[in-house]
């Protein structure tokens, strides 16, 4: 049921918005308050998109975690980080998702 562009939703749905906010963060002062907006909305709508997807493509007879996405930061220390959602933090990842372009479209 698992296809591999899939699995990494979730961490896709990270990537986007660290990646919109290191946008925002590089322009200019004067330059941030006319394209904030814009950059800010169209991060959070290709997030909502990629929240969609993983929603549907989650499997309900699954009672574990799912879109698992495991790296190693340390080795040495045995530390990892670990991304993954269950029902219930899907259900609260496309509130979260549904939200953002609309507090966009508001401000």
């Known amino acids: 049921m698992y296809s591999s562009y ?3 939703t ?10 919109g906010l290191a946008i925002l963060c590089l322009m200019e002062e004067k330059t941030h308050t ?7 909305q169209i991060c959070s709508i290709l997030a909502y998109a990629l929240g969609l997807l993983s929603v549907l493509e989650f499997d309900k007879s699954n009672l574990g975690f799912q879109f698992l996405y ?3 930061l340390l080795y040495r220390y045995n530390s990892s980080f670990t991304l993954g959602a269950d029902g219930i933090s899907m259900v609260f990842l496309l509130l979260t998702l549904f939200i ?6 508001s401000s």
């Open 34 to 40: 006319a394209y904030a907006h814009i950059t800010a």
């Open 6 to 8: 899939v699995d990494m």
């Open 10 to 19: 979730i961490p896709a749905i990270v990537l986007v918005l660290l990646i």
């Open 100 to 105: 953002f372009p609309l507090l966009f479209l």
């Open 70 to 72: 495991r790296t190693d």
